[in-house]
């Protein structure tokens, strides 16, 4: 009867233990780093007409903070890198992300869904344009859709699909007005440390 009462009571320990666990990181900050690939093309109208598709590489840093129900709101600086189809040239956007990133669980793999904003800075442009002094700025709307894995209380893993739409602010090449569009996306992986 003890030996029964004593496994009764070491049961109720573990399993209310396991179920104690937070998954969610709740109530902490955290650093990330992201890597991601993907495609994507600029699309400029007006005094010049030009449509390009590239392939793209991206590193992110990130810092984040957890709250009430695993919501996290990140701050991310990242560098991408674009490689052209049509000649195979290189260029680089630059640039701050603001993101919400909300769960649908609270278990040890989270799917989730974000959103949020961005400024960019497109690399160079400074001297292709000769209308500009430095190089073309934007605004980033961001959309993405991951899963977050809970390895150990201090680490969390990353997967997810983001898509980023920067429009370029306008300016003039032999004065007529130019819309410039960047949309591009691809899958990212990375991790994050909670502290």
């Known amino acids: 009867m003890k030996a029964s009462l004593y496994a009764a009571i070491c049961g109720c320990l573990f399993t209310s233990s396991v179920y104690a666990v937070d998954y969610t990181g709740q109530d902490h900050w955290y650093i990330g780093y992201q890597m991601g690939t993907g495609t994507g093309h600029d699309r400029i109208n007006g005094g010049i007409e030009i449509e390009e598709d590239f ?16 919501v996290r709101f990140e701050i991310s600086y990242s560098k991408t890198y674009l490689e052209y189809d049509s000649d195979g040239s ?23 869904l974000a959103a949020g904003l961005g400024v960019y800075k497109y690399e160079g442009t400074g001297d292709f344009f000769a209308s500009r002094d430095g190089n073309v700025g934007g605004h980033a709307i961001n959309a993405g859709a991951g899963i977050l ?24 090449v032999d ?15 990375g991790g994050r440390l909670m502290f």
């Open 149 to 172: 894995v809970y390895v150990i209380e201090e680490l969390e893993l990353d997967v997810s699909y983001r898509y980023k739409r920067v429009s370029w602010e306008h300016f003039t």
């Open 175 to 189: 004065g007529e007005d130019v819309n410039w569009v960047t949309p591009m996306s691809g899958l990212q992986f």
């Open 55 to 70: 392939e793209h590489t991206n590193s992110q840093l990130t810092l984040g903070a957890v709250g009430k129900g695993g």
């Open 90 to 112: 290189d260029e680089e956007l630059a640039g701050w992300d603001f993101d919400l990133i909300v769960p649908f669980t609270q278990a040890r793999v989270r799917p989730y």
